[in-house]
């Protein structure tokens, strides 16, 4: 059960209404991580500046950072997260399947992207530590430095949402995702 109320747009301080609104239009409703962030503006105003950065300047195709996400959010058990980015995997061109792979850690439908979600995986689960044969295979498999780079924004997105929802214990207001 959640540790706060969830804000409706007409509820939510003013400071953050028109973002709130904007995420309802998005998402078709004001989901429950959204409503929660909108108490404070400053958590809502981070996580839509961080969103809007990546949309504006990031060059992973949508599939790439929905993995991104079920990979740090299954390293930190994030429910919300899991499922949340499970519809958006589903949504980006992902199988079912493959999002459970991704989770499970077997990616071996794209070896490529395998060595992406390696380094995302390793800096979650060492406080953003990634060992040397780690990042060399991810350069081996064709990603370039500034890809690697701007990972760390996308796994930092991540680790904002699920430390977020784990703090305030967010209902899940979106299909569960599959089992491991």
Known sequence: MARIPTHTVDSAPEPVREELSALKEQFGKVL?????????????????????????????????????????????????????????????????????????????FDPRLDALLAVAREATGRQGTVAEATWQAALDAGWTDAELAELSAHVTLNLFTNYFNHMIGTDLDVPAAPGL
């Not at 991580?33 to 300047?57: E, F, K, N, T, W």
Request: hydrophobic share 40%; proline share 1%; charged share 15%.
């Open 32 to 108: 429950n991580i959204h409503g929660a962030m909108a108490h404070s503006p400053v958590v809502l105003q981070s996580y839509v500046a961080l969103q809007q950065v990546i949309g504006d300047y990031g060059t992973f195709d949508a599939a790439t950072r929905e993995s991104v996400a079920l990979a740090v959010g299954n390293v930190n058990e994030c429910t919300y997260c899991q499922s949340a980015h499970t519809a958006g995997a589903k949504a980006a061109g992902l199988s079912e399947a493959q999002t459970v792979a991704i989770r499970n850690h077997e990616v071996d």
